[in-house]
C-alpha cells in the first residue's frame, strides 16, 4: 500500500513528521518499506502562460512561443513541442532553474533565435510519464506562481508492507484509522453524504453464487461527460499512489478503492443485455480482459456476466467488451463483497495480479459496499456530472459473515503480555480500534469485532492489540527464572547421533528426503499399504506420506548415479508413517549401499559389495547395544531379494529388515549393478546392556576345532545357538572360520569348520572335560541337524 503523506494529513494530522510517523506505524504492525519523495529534485519552475506562438522562421519543428510568469514580465521561449500553442498553461522553467538530473537552464540561442528559459514535460520534472509534448496544466492555475507550491509537491510518499492479515489497511481510511488510535487524535475524512437519486433507472442482479458473493450494490448514472478531463488533485494523488490517471470514470474508481480500500468497476451500460449475473464460469467460456489478454474461463471462476455474456472476471478485472469508452453515455457503477476463499488464487491462477484481487483475496469490509458507491457517485458528478438512480442493494443475508463476540479476561492481560494495564485504557484502545463493547461482568469485557477486522476472532488476537497501541517498547524486558532441574540420563540408552556417526565413519553420507513420495514408489516398496493422502500435495509427485525410507534413498541413488557417481553409501533418519485406525510415526534409520567394495585407487580391489558387507554395517550399529543378542533370520520383504534378506530380531520383536533390492525393482529403478539396503525401527531397538565387571580367569584356554558337514540350507545362526548350548557354561567363545561347497562333497550339503574356546574362571580343565563337552555339540548338531564329522 502506497500513500500520499499530504492526503493521509486530511484525514488524521498528529504532530510527527513523515519519518516519526513511519516509524511509528513500523512499531505498530505496518512495516513501511520506504518513504520517496513525490517528485524530482527541480526548483526555479512556474506556472507560465502561453500567449503568442509563432513558426520559427529558420526551423520548421520549432516555435517561438512568448510566455507569461516571469517576475520581470513576459519572455521569448523556443519550443519543439507539437502541443504548444496560445492560450495554455504550462510549467515554465526560468532562466536558472535547476530541473532533475542537476541540470540548468540557461538563456540560450536556437537557429538564430534567443530563447529565455524552457516549457516541460511531465518526464522533465519527474511528475508523470508523459513525454509526447509539453505538461498543459489547467486553465484556473495562477500565473507566476512556483509549480511546487502550486501542486504541493513538498510531499513525501510511504509505502507500507502488509501482512496479509491487514487488510483493513489496504486505503486512506484503514490507515488513518491506524494513526488516529496511536495518537488519540480524531479521525475527519471528507464528507461522503448519501446522493440522491433523480432517475427511477437501475439494474436487476441475480446472487447465483451466493456462498461466493453473498452482496452487491449496484448504480445507473445517465448523461455523463465522460470526456472530461480528471482533475489535477486527483491525478496527482493517483500518482503518488502509485496508479496513473486513465480517464475520469476508472480514475476515480480507482481514487476510491486506495480511500476506502474497496475495488468498484464500471460497466457501459448500453452493452449490458439484461440484468447482472453473478456465477461461476462454465467450460469452454471467453473473456477478453481490460489489458487485451482473451482467457479461457476455468470452472470455478467467480464471473460478473449478464444474461448473454461473461462482463468480468469477478474481483480481478473487467471485461474489454463492457468497458467504459469515449462513447459511452450511461454507466453501471457496481460495487460487491467477495468471499476471499472464491477469489484467492484464482488471479494467480491466470498469470494476474490486480490491485483488487489483491485486496479481495485478503478480506474488504463486507458493509462498505454503499459507501463506497456513494462517493463515487458524488466524485463522478463533480467531474463527468450526470444523472444517478437509486442506490441498488442485493444481498443474501444467510451467506453473509456471521457477526464476531470476543471475550477478554482482565487477568488474561496481565498473564499475557507481562504488563498490567489499566482497565479503562483497555477498553479504550479497543473501542478506539473500532470494536463495541457489548457485555462486561467486572472480570472480563465482551466485544463486538467490526466488519472491517476479518483478522481477530479469539482472545489472543485482542491481546497482540492491545501490546502493539500499548506499545511494545513500554512493555518491561523481564528476565525468567525457573527451577532447571538436571534430568538424570539413562546409562542404557543408545543416543541417536552415535549412530549416525557410526555410519560416517564406515563412508556413509546423511540423505534428507521429502516425508512424502509418489503413489507409484509407495505401490513399487510396500504394495500391501495404502500410505496417507496428502490433501493439498505439492506435487503429484509428492502425494502420499512414506511408509518406509527406502523409497527416498533409492531417489537419491539414481539422483548420484546420473552426476557419474558410481559409489553410493548413504542413510536417513526420519519418521515413516504407518497407516491404522490411528496414524503412527515411527522414528527409524535406514540405510544404502551400491558400487565398489573400496573407494577407486592403486591399491583397492574392483570387488562391488554384497549382503555381507551391508549386514557389518548393521552389526556395527547393533553393537552400541552392548551384550545384547540380536538375531538375524531368513526373511521376506516386497522391496528385497527373497533369498537375500534377513530380518533382525531381539528376544522375538521385529527390528527391521536388511538385504538386496529386488531384481524387479532394480530393473524398474534401472540400475545397473545390485544396491543393498537396512531399515532399522530405532523405538524396536530398546535399551543397551549395561557393561558389567566379570573377573578374567588366569587359568588357560583350550581351543578345539570342528568340520562338520550340514546341510546347505541350515542357517549358520542356528547352528551356532544349538552348539554354544550344548557345550555348556565353560565355552567362552564360538567362531565359524570356513564354510567350503564344492567338489568332494554333495551338492546339497556344506562344510562348516568352527573353533570352540573353553576355560574355567577357577581351575584348569582336562581333557576328559573338554572332549565331553565337544562331544556333546557333535551329538546335539548330529541329532537337530543331521551334521556328521567330515
Not at 119 to 142: F, M
Not at 554 to 562: P, S, V
Not at 727 to 732: F, K, N, S, W
Request: one cysteine or more; aromatic letters at 6%; hydrophobic letters at 40%.
Amino acid at each position: 500500500m502506497k500513500f500520499s503523506n499530504a492526503w493521509l494529513r486530511e484525514w488524521v494530522s498528529p504532530q510527527l513528521t513523515a519519518q516519526e510517523l513511519a516509524d511509528q506505524i513500523t512499531m505498530a504492525g505496518l512495516e513501511v518499506d520506504g518513504i520517496e519523495k513525490v517528485a524530482g529534485d527541480f526548483s526555479g519552475v512556474v506556472v507560465g502562460e502561453i500567449l503568442a506562438c509563432e513558426q520559427h522562421p529558420d526551423a520548421d519543428k520549432l516555435r517561438v512561443c512568448t510566455v507569461a510568469g516571469h517576475p520581470e514580465g513576459e519572455m521569448q521561449v523556443v519550443c519543439g513541442a507539437p502541443n504548444a500553442r496560445a492560450g495554455i498553461k504550462i510549467p515554465f522553467a526560468l532562466v536558472g532553474a535547476k530541473l532533475p538530473g542537476d541540470f540548468k537552464i540557461k538563456k540560450a540561442k536556437l537557429r538564430g533565435v534567443e530563447s529565455f528559459g524552457m516549457l516541460c514535460a511531465q518526464t522533465e520534472l519527474e511528475l508523470g510519464e508523459d513525454s509526447d509534448g509539453i505538461w498543459e496544466l489547467p486553465s484556473d492555475a495562477s500565473t507566476g506562481q512556483d509549480l511546487r507550491e502550486y501542486l504541493g509537491l513538498e510531499d513525501e510518499a510511504i509505502e507500507v508492507d502488509l501482512t496479509p492479515n491487514r487488510s483493513d489497511c489496504l486505503g486512506i481510511a484503514g490507515i488513518a484509522r491506524e494513526v488516529g488510535v496511536l495518537n488519540r487524535c480524531a479521525v475527519q475524512g471528507p464528507d461522503m453524504a448519501p446522493v440522491a437519486a433523480k432517475l427511477d433507472d437501475s439494474v436487476p442482479v441475480s446472487l447465483m453464487a451466493g456462498e461466493a458473493c453473498p452482496r452487491y450494490v449496484g448504480r445507473v448514472i445517465r448523461n455523463i461527460d465522460v470526456k472530461a478531463e480528471t482533475p489535477l488533485w486527483m491525478q496527482e494523488r493517483l500518482r503518488r499512489s502509485g496508479l496513473r490517471s486513465i480517464d475520469p470514470v476508472v480514475d476515480v474508481t480507482n481514487y476510491v478503492l486506495l480511500e476506502l480500500g474497496q475495488p468498484m468497476h464500471a460497466f457501459d451500460l448500453a452493452k449490458l443485455d439484461g440484468g447482472i449475473k453473478v456465477r461461476f464460469a462454465e467450460n469452454g467460456e471467453k473473456l477478453t480482459l481490460l489489458d487485451g489478454q482473451e482467457v479461457e474461463l476455468k470452472e470455478g471462476t467467480l464471473l460478473i456476466a449478464d444474461e448473454k455474456k461473461p462482463l468480468a472476471m469477478a474481483g480481478i478485472m473487467g471485461g474489454e467488451e463492457s468497458a467504459v469508452s469515449d462513447q459511452t453515455r450511461d454507466i453501471f457503477l457496481e460495487s460487491a463483497f467477495f468471499n476471499p476463499l472464491a477469489i484467492a488464487g484464482k488471479a494467480r491462477s491466470y498469470g494476474l495480479h490486480t490491485d483488487s484481487s489483491h485486496r479481495f483475496e485478503r478480506g474488504v469490509d463486507y458493509r462498505l459496499q454503499e459507501q463506497a458507491v456513494e462517493r463515487a457517485t458524488q466524485l463522478l458528478l463533480d467531474i463527468v456530472g450526470g444523472e444517478p438512480g437509486p442506490v441498488h442493494l442485493r444481498e443474501l443475508e444467510e451467506a453473509m459473515p456471521a457477526e464476531r463476540h470476543i471475550t477478554l479476561r482482565s487477568a488474561r492481560v496481565a498473564s499475557g503480555l507481562g504488563v498490567q494495564i489499566a482497565d479503562d485504557e483497555i477498553v479504550d484502545i479497543l473501542t478506539r480500534l473500532g470494536l463495541q463493547k457489548i457485555g462486561e461482568d467486572g472480570e472480563s469485557w465482551t466485544f463486538l469485532v467490526p466488519s472491517f477486522r476479518f483478522d481477530l476472532a479469539i482472545e489472543a488476537d485482542l491481546l497482540e492489540e492491545l501490546a502493539r497501541v500499548y506499545g511494545y517498547n513500554r512493555i518491561p524486558s523481564v528476565s525468567f527464572t525457573a527451577a532447571l532441574d538436571i534430568v538424570p540420563q539413562k546409562e542404557s540408552l543408545v543416543d541417536q547421533e552415535a549412530l549416525e556417526q557410526t555410519l560416517l565413519a564406515r563412508g556413509y553420507h546423511e540423505a534428507i528426503t521429502f516425508s512424502f513420495i509418489d503413489r507409484d514408489s509407495a505401490a513399487l516398496f510396500d504394495p500391501k499399504a495404502e500410505p496417507v493422502a496428502l490433501q493439498n500435495p505439492i506435487s503429484a509427485d509428492l502425494a502420499v506420506m512414506r511408509t518406509s525410507l527406502m523409497p527416498g534413498l533409492c531417489k537419491a541413488l539414481q539422483y548420484n548415479l546420473n552426476r557419474q557417481q558410481s559409489r553410493v553409501r548413504l542413510f536417513e533418519t526420519g519418521l515413516r508413517f504407518v497407516p491404522g485406525e490411528e496414524l503412527r510415526q515411527e522414528p527409524m534409520i535406514a540405510g544404502l549401499i551400491y558400487g565398489g567394495r573400496q573407494g577407486e585407487s592403486w591399491t583397492g580391489g574392483k570387488d562391488v559389495v554384497d549382503f555381507y558387507d551391508i549386514k557389518g554395517d548393521v552389526e556395527a550399529l547393533l553393537a552400541h547395544f552392548g551384550e545384547v543378542e540380536f538375531q538375524f533370520q531368513a526373511g521376506e520383504h516386497s522391496a528385497l531379494h527373497p533369498g537375500q534378506t534377513a530380518r533382525i530380531t531381539r528376544d522375538g520383536r521385529d527390528l527391521g529388515v536388511v538385504g538386496a533390492l529386488h531384481p524387479q525393482l532394480q530393473k524398474k529403478l534401472e540400475l545397473p549393478k545390485t544396491a543393498y539396503l537396512f531399515e532399522l525401527s530405532l523405538e524396536a531397538l530398546g535399551e543397551a546392556a549395561l557393561p558389567a565387571f566379570e573377573p578374567l580367569s588366569r587359568f588357560p584356554e583350550v581351543r578345539r576345532d570342528l568340520a562338520l558337514l550340514i546341510d546347505a540350507d541350515v542357517p549358520a545362526a542356528s547352528m551356532v545357538e544349538t552348539a554354544a548350548e550344548a557345550a555348556g557354561e565353560t565355552l567362552t567363545d564360538l567362531k565359524i572360520f570356513d564354510v567350503y561347497q564344492g567338489k568332494g562333497i554333495d551338492f546339497n550339503r556344506k562344510s562348516v569348520a568352527m573353533g570352540l574356546t573353553f576355560q574355567h574362571p577357577s581351575r584348569t580343565l582336562n581333557d576328559d572335560e573338554i572332549n565331553a563337552a565337544v562331544d556333546a555339540v557333535v551329538k546335539q548338531l548330529e541329532q537337530k541337524y543331521n551334521a556328521s564329522l567330515r
